[in-house]
C-alpha cells in the first residue's frame, strides 16, 4: 500500500528547514527532517531563484530518504514577505423582508470580502469577524436572529500585494505535481504558539529572525497590529564577527553554545573559538561574549518595545486591558540563553518561550517532541496546524442570494507595515475557534 507523506518546509532567510511526517492509519509521525543554510534570500527578498531553488531542492532530496517509495507526497511551505497589511472593512447586507441569519451568510460575506480583494489584486491571508450589528443593534453572534431590514458586520482582514509573492512562487514551480499551499510563517508561527485564551487576553508574538524581528498582536482573538524591526539575529552575529574577528560560523557556533545574554557575568571563564587571523585559535572571556549579545539584543528589543508603547498609547481602545497574555518570544533568536529575562525586563510583561504543543486537536506528531521544544521549527509546526486544521476557508465565489438587495463596502486602514505570506490559491489562514 502506498505511503502519504507530507513535507513541511519553512524557507527563511538563515536557515531553510523540512520535516516528513508519514500518514499511517489516520495518524502521523515524522520520520525524517533536514536544515540547510539558505541562499538567493536576503531581508526576505529572493534575488537569486535559482541558488534558493538549489536548496529547497536539497531539502527535500534529505527529507525523502527512504521515502521514495512513497506515491502520495504533498508539500507545504512558509515563508515571510516584507509587505503585511491589516485594513478593517464594514460591510452591510440589506434585506427586503425578514430573514433569519444563518452560518452561511457569515460565510457568503468572508468570500465577498476576498472576492473584492483579489479583484484589486490583494491576496486575503487572515479574515476575522470584530462585531455585528442586527438592525442596528450590536449582537455578539448574529446567527439565529431574526433580521428585519440589515446585517452589518465589521471584520479584520490581513492580506498583502499580490505580486508579493510571485518571487517564491516562481522559485517552486513545478517542484511536485499540482499546487504547493504556501503560508506566512510569522502568522502561522504565531497561531501555533498560542492558544485560544491567550488571543482573547492580548498577546505579543515575537518573531525574532534573522534579518527582522517581527511582532503580531492579538486582542479579543484578532489580530490586530503588526511591527517589524529592520534588524534581526544577524545584527548578534555580525558584532560577533567583527569584534572577535571571527566567521560568521564561528559566531554562530558561540552564540548557540556558550553565550547567554546577561549584562555582567560573575563566572571567569575563558571561551576558545577559531579566528580568521592566522587560522588559529583565540579565546575571548565569557563576560564579553555575554555583553556583545546583551547590548546587540538589548537594542532590538528596545526598539520593538518603543514601538509597542506608542501603538497601544495611540490605539488604548484596540488594545485595553493590555496585553495580558504577555509576550511570546519564538524563532530562531529564541534559542539564545536568557533572553526571556531581557525581553521581561525591557518589555515589563511576563515572558515566555514560544513552542508549539503537540497536542492540538488538529494533530498529534509521533516521534517529535525534540522538535516541538525548538522555536526554530515553530513556523513549520504552526503551519502543519494551519494545513490540518482546513478551516476557514471560504469558496472564492458566491452567487448573491435573492434576499441580499444591496451590498455596501466601507474599508478602514489601521496598520501599514508589512511581513507576512499566505497559502496558494488564495485559501484564508486563522484559528478557527477565533472566527465565526
Known amino acids: 500500500m502506498a505511503k502519504k507523506v507530507i513535507y513541511a518546509i519553512d524557507v527563511g532567510n538563515f536557515f531553510i528547514k523540512g520535516i516528513a511526517l508519514e500518514e499511517v492509519k489516520g495518524r502521523f509521525q515524522m520520520i525524517s527532517k533536514s536544515i ?10 529572493v534575488q537569486d531563484v535559482k541558488a534558493l531553488r538549489r536548496k529547497i531542492e536539497n531539502v527535500i532530496y534529505t527529507l525523502e530518504g527512504e521515502n521514495n517509495k512513497a506515491k502520495e507526497i504533498e508539500i507545504i511551505l512558509s515563508y515571510a514577505t516584507n509587505e503585511l497589511k491589516i485594513s478593517r472593512e464594514s460591510y452591510t447586507l440589506e434585506f427586503s423582508e425578514p430573514k433569519e441569519i444563518t452560518e452561511g451568510d457569515l460565510e457568503k460575506i468572508k468570500s465577498n470580502i476576498q472576492q473584492k480583494y483579489s479583484e484589486l489584486n490583494k491576496e486575503v491571508l487572515d479574515i476575522k ?108 552575529l555580525k558584532d560577533l564577527m567583527h569584534v572577535l574577528k571571527t566567521s560568521e560560523g564561528e559566531a554562530l557556533r558561540l552564540l548557540e553554545e556558550q553565550a547567554v545574554c546577561l549584562q555582567d557575568t560573575k563566572v571567569v571563564k575563558k571561551v576558545d573559538y577559531l579566528s580568521l587571523v592566522g587560522d588559529h585559535y583565540e579565546y575571548t572571556t565569557q563576560n564579553l561574549l555575554n555583553k556583545i549579545v546583551f547590548a546587540r539584543t538589548r537594542e532590538i528589543i528596545n526598539k520593538l518595545n518603543s514601538d509597542l508603547a506608542k501603538l497601544e498609547y495611540e490605539n488604548t481602545l484596540e488594545i485595553a486591558g493590555g496585553l495580558q497574555a504577555g509576550i511570546v518570544h519564538t524563532g530562531g533568536g529564541a534559542r539564545i540563553k536568557n533572553i526571556e529575562k531581557t525581553i521581561s525586563d525591557f518589555m515589563g510583561s511576563q515572558t515566555r518561550l514560544g513552542v508549539a504543543s ?6 498529534y506528531i509521533e516521534n517529535a517532541d525534540e522538535l516541538f521544544k525548538d522555536p526554530l521549527f515553530s513556523p513549520i509546526l504552526g503551519t502543519i496546524n494551519l494545513y490540518f486544521s482546513g478551516t476557514n476557508i471560504p469558496k472564492l465565489y458566491i452567487e448573491d442570494s435573492k434576499d441580499y438587495v444591496e451590498n455596501n463596502f466601507h474599508e478602514e486602514k489601521v496598520e501599514k507595515k508589512g511581513g507576512f505570506f499566505s497559502r496558494l490559491g488564495r485559501i484564508l489562514l486563522g484559528g478557527n475557534e477565533d472566527a465565526i
Do not use: C
Request: net charge negative.
Open 129 to 236: 469577524f470584530v462585531n455585528f450589528e442586527v438592525d442596528d443593534k450590536k449582537v455578539k453572534n448574529p446567527v439565529a436572529f431574526v433580521a428585519n431590514y440589515s446585517l452589518n458586520a465589521v471584520i479584520n482582514v490581513i492580506w498583502v500585494p499580490e505580486n508579493a509573492f510571485a518571487p517564491i512562487r516562481n522559485t517552486i514551480k513545478n517542484l511536485v505535481e499540482g499546487e504547493i499551499p504556501i503560508y506566512d510563517s510569522t502568522l502561522a508561527a504565531a497561531y501555533g504558539v498560542t492558544n485560544t485564551s491567550d488571543r482573547n487576553l492580548g498577546v505579543g508574538i515575537i518573531d525574532l529572525g534573522h534579518s527582522k524581528a517581527r511582532m503580531l498582536i492579538f486582542k479579543d482573538g484578532i489580530p490586530k497590529f503588526y511591527l517589524d524591526f529592520e534588524v534581526g539575529m544577524e545584527y548578534v
Open 36 to 45: 540547510e543554510r539558505a541562499e538567493g534570500i536576503v531581508k526576505g527578498q
Open 358 to 363: 503537540n497536542n492540538s486537536s488538529n494533530f
